[in-house]
């Protein structure tokens, strides 16, 4: 017979088949059984209730009834089944669209059944399509809790359905993989952790969690499992981290150097606490002899650019180059801009380098850097071409380091020109809550920018609805009387999305006609432009040439312009919370007022009726990151649930079990405290499970 275990290819659990193998690789991602048997469910249904029909109200959560067949037929156009059920509380009608054959001859008039579904309401009376069919139970079966307990619901997708791995089967097959891996079933933490950690075996876990004999030994099976995640996790980044520090080699850079004394000197302003407190916390690494792995994060208009300046200044005090890599054209442009005036007193030559930079310029470019008399670039993914050398690169700072690929940034780090890796320092101005951080970047170490710069004033946040679009054209026009200038965002959710750019087209002629030429002039930028039309549109903006930028969401990363002073969001519900405080943080950088208008349909969810309250209650980007991740999950930061974390999780939460994973964290630095290479026998488990595929990893904390 063949053998089964946990790592048996899936096709070969009774119940699957070649045919369901595919469609649980291609829809779940499982290829074995093990992979199966961590499919945990999303929720729970109480199969243990019997719900007597008179108190089923529509749309309300799963039911379960009992009831006798009153009459079952065919009706309408498409000749769909109508069943007709009743008990003794009342009667309700049960619709089938398919197999419509198949249960027209099992449901007899006058045979009883347990029927499990949810309720729905047509033509006002309540209707449930497609229940469950299983047989009835009698009293004595109920009393004994035999109408079944708590039964999982799991992820499921219409291709399984529609290739008949629907819930019913599901729990069959979880059934079935526990029978046959439970055996022989070895844990996969060693059993200090267990004792420590007051934890149950992971076969007690995998049973409760697909099949719980109670809701205490869900919960146990539900810790234990979470925590598994978490730890490995966590003991994966913080061994890497380990590793890291005691064996990589970087470029030490003992100065600070003249040109710094000189930038410093010459601020118009006196940086913040933060801004001194971050830049000490760099400088301590470029001495340390090791190389720096540094995330820099600061809300919008903290002074992240300055800090990097002065980075690139000690970098350039010892000797070496420093680069600033941008995701876009118009952010690199903007940094060089505003790095070219900060240097002005050192004498240190900064150039920049895209996507549309002229041949002669490159020309010239490529032989300052290789050269050696540029000491600063900025650019876009320009600048990781092959035919880009540098003479002495010590520094990579790279901004919205999300926006770039593994790949793209480890061609960036092989340019150094003595073997050793320059120091890394990553920028984001999405304000990351703390335990998608210590996720995403737990390997990392971690300077935060929690202060804004002095005479910042906060923008004032306020929603309004298509009924109030006269009043608030004539406060547009009151303001670019004053001589302010508007941005007007558009959502555009894919690139693609034809209805979403002919509302942007439609929009844009509405503001055309309402802001006529003259006096008014509105430029337009979205992504189907070329380079150059945006270049235009959005050089006339920054210059002041139009008084309104019409624009898709190309405008949230970076665009300074001190004199716009109000952001109009258009359908601000289609809008994630971080998103929108990044689109307001455009405004209110200059003396003036400012104000962020959001316009939203009549008709929106409470969700996203919340969304839009809190960010008109809050300036603060860090609170509304940790909302955000409550609300929509951790994912969204990069624009799918989850996507981009190192590990899939599987079960924990980063948006709700953010006290288990700083408690994972602290025991996974207390394990690696007593034995830093997990090498003596009683690490063997974790030794094993962190050489698993699952946790090696390209992912953004891995950034050279």
């Not at 490995?232 to 520090?245: F, G, M, N, V």
Request: net charge neutral.
């Amino acid at each position: 017979m063949y053998k089964t275990d946990m790592s048996t290819d899936i096709q070969f659990l009774p119940g699957v088949g070649p045919k369901r193998a595919d469609l649980l690789r291609s829809e779940l991602e499982v290829s074995t059984i093990g992979d199966l048997l961590r499919v945990y469910p999303f929720r729970y249904i109480d199969r243990s209730v019997i719900t007597p029909i008179a108190d089923i109200v529509a749309d309300a959560a799963y039911v379960q009834i009992q009831g006798t067949v009153l009459e079952c037929r065919q009706v309408g156009k498409d000749k769909h089944l109508s069943v007709m059920v009743g008990d003794d509380s009342g009667r309700i009608e049960l619709v089938f669209f398919k197999g419509v054959k198949y249960i027209q001859e099992k449901l007899q008039v006058g045979s009883r059944f347990l029927f499990f579904g949810k309720p729905s309401s047509y033509s006002g009376t309540v209707n449930m399509v497609h229940p469950e069919i299983d047989p009835p139970v009698t009293a004595e079966e109920a009393a004994k809790g035999k109408g079944g307990t708590l039964t999982g619901v799991y992820p499921s997708t219409e291709k399984l359905k529609n290739g008949g791995v629907t819930a019913k089967v599901m729990n069959k097959l979880m059934a079935s993989a526990l029978s046959v891996a439970l055996p022989a079933m070895e844990d996969t933490l060693p059993g200090f952790v267990l004792k420590e950690k007051d934890l149950v075996p992971l076969d007690f876990a995998l049973r409760n969690i697909h099949f719980p004999q109670d809701a205490h030994a869900l919960s146990k099976a539900t810790r234990r499992l979470k925590f598994e995640e978490l730890f490995l996790l966590q003991l994966s980044l913080l061994k890497q981290k380990y590793i890291r520090s005691r064996s990589s080699n970087g470029i030490p850079m003992p100065k600070v150097g003249e040109a710094f004394h000189r930038c410093y000197r010459a601020l118009p302003y006196d940086l913040t606490g933060a801004q001194k407190r971050v830049i000490k916390e760099i400088r301590a690494d470029l001495q340390s002899g090791r190389q720096m792995n540094r995330l820099l994060q600061g809300d919008v208009g903290s002074g992240k650019t300055m800090v990097a300046v002065l980075s690139c200044l000690i970098a350039v005090g010892n000797g070496y180059q420093a680069c600033i890599m941008a995701p876009t054209e118009v952010l690199a442009r903007q940094h060089f801009a505003n790095i070219s005036k900060y240097l002005a007193p050192t004498g240190v030559k900064v150039a920049i380098l895209t996507g549309s930079s002229k041949t002669a310029e490159r020309r010239d470019v490529h032989k300052g850097l290789e050269d050696g008399s540029i000491g600063i670039i900025v650019g876009t993914h320009a600048l990781i071409e092959d035919n880009v050398t540098f003479s002495n690169l010590g520094l990579a700072i790279i901004d919205e380091q999300h926006r770039f690929g593994v790949d793209q940034r480890a061609k960036l780090w092989g340019k150094t020109s003595s073997g050793i890796p320059p120091h890394v320092l990553v920028m984001t101005a999405t304000p990351i809550p703390r335990t998608l951080a210590m996720t995403l970047y737990g390997d990392l170490d971690v300077s935060v920018i929690d202060e804004m710069p002095p005479g910042r004033k906060g923008v004032q946040t306020m929603q309004i609805t298509e009924a109030k679009r006269g009043a608030l054209n004539r406060f547009l026009k009151d303001q670019i009387s004053y001589g302010r200038q508007v941005f007007i965002v558009y959502p555009l959710i894919f690139e693609s999305e034809k209805l979403d750019y002919e509302s942007l087209e439609a929009g844009y002629e509405k503001i055309v006609q309402e802001f006529p030429f003259p006096p008014y002039k509105v430029a337009i930028v979205h992504g189907r432009q070329t380079p150059e039309e945006k270049a235009f549109n959005m050089d006339a903006f920054v210059a002041g040439r139009a008084n309104i930028l019409v624009s898709t969401t190309v405008i949230e990363v970076g665009v300074d312009v001190p004199n716009a002073s109000v952001m109009v969001i258009e359908s601000a519900e289609r809008f994630g919370l971080s998103q929108l405080h990044q689109l307001r943080g455009r405004v209110g950088r200059g003396s003036d007022n400012a104000y962020c208008v959001l316009v939203r349909g009549d008709k929106i969810s409470q969700e996203s009726a919340k969304r839009l309250s809190l960010l008109c209650d809050t300036q603060d980007g860090f609170t509304l990151a940790e909302e955000d991740m409550r609300m929509r999950g951790p994912g969204d930061l990069e624009g799918t649930q989850q996507s981009g974390l190192p590990v899939n999780l599987q079960i924990a939460s980063l948006a709700k079990d953010g006290l288990l994973l700083s408690e994972a964290r602290d025991y996974a630095q207390s394990v690696l405290d007593r034995d830093p290479d997990l090498s003596s026998e009683q690490c063997r488990k974790l030794r094993e499970e962190l050489s698993k595929n699952r946790y090696s990893k390209n992912d953004y904390s891995k950034i050279s």
